[in-house]
């Protein structure tokens, strides 16, 4: 019985994997093909105020950029929901008191979150937006390289590239450093809330009137369905992230 559900799982497993894959890609070339309808359909004077290397960034990188969180929320979404809501009831059911506790540091988390992925979407639009420039630049030099040739204009277009690229660089790392200082952060509230269900519960578990209302056992099955709903939580929290970086 082990062996034919291990084999169902593995199964099953690839199956899924497969289908949101499936999902995935087909977005991806639906949205490529209507962005490039609704490109080619535009007025000439668009065209006189764009260059070509911004509209086939739109068409390749931004694209992507937009989609591969689907790709992720078709996968993780729905799972970590029922381990979520499986574990905030089956908190409630073991105490109540510790749970009220717990939850104290969800709020802050959020907020901070909230905050950070607005900062991070303005962010990466100036990434994507320098990417752009610096594929635009590329697109041109390439495409005229007879002409830059013929006037040496090499070391300017190579000038003009790297200075993209440095800038969108500059608020990569700016990026990286906010979020890092923000998962530090929510870690610390993470830890600070496990150390207090640990410190309250423990107290009240080892106290002589305790036992009737929550033991060393329902204390440690707490801590389980914490991490549970921890992990299912952060997860959310990425996928969310995730949408507010790529709108």
């Not at 497969?18 to 004077?45: P, T």
């Not at 450093?177 to 080892?206: C, E, K, P, Q």
């Amino acid at each position: 019985m082990y062996l034919a559900l291990s084999i169902a799982t593995g199964a099953l497993g690839g199956l899924r994997a497969l289908c949101f894959n499936l999902v995935g890609r087909r977005i991806m070339v639906w949205v490529r093909c209507r962005l490039f309808k609704c490109i080619i359909s535009q007025d000439i004077a668009f065209f006189d105020g764009m260059r070509t290397g911004d509209l086939t960034q739109r068409l390749t990188g931004d694209v992507r950029a937009m989609i591969s969180p689907i790709q992720f929320v078709l996968s993780s979404t729905i799972s970590n929901l029922i381990l979520l809501v499986g574990g905030v009831v089956m908190c409630f059911v073991t105490s109540w008191r510790l749970s009220m506790l717990a939850y104290s540091t969800v709020l802050p988390i959020m907020h901070i979150t909230e905050t950070y992925a607005k900062w991070s979407g303005n962010i990466n639009r100036q990434i994507f937006q320098h990417y752009s420039d610096g594929a635009a630049v590329a697109t041109e030099a390439v495409t005229n390289v007879r002409t830059v040739r013929a006037v040496s204009s090499e070391a300017r277009e190579i000038d003009k590239y790297d200075e993209t690229m440095t800038k969108a660089l500059r608020k990569g790392v700016r990026d990286a450093i906010v979020g890092a200082a923000t998962v530090s952060f929510n870690n610390y509230l993470d830890l600070g809330a496990g150390v207090l269900i640990l410190w309250y519960g423990g107290s009240i578990a080892m106290s002589p009137e305790g036992a009737s209302v929550l033991t060393v056992g329902s204390l440690i099955k707490y801590q389980l369905y914490w991490n549970m709903i921890n992990g299912a939580y952060q997860s959310l929290n990425n996928v969310l992230n995730q949408f507010t970086r790529a709108a």
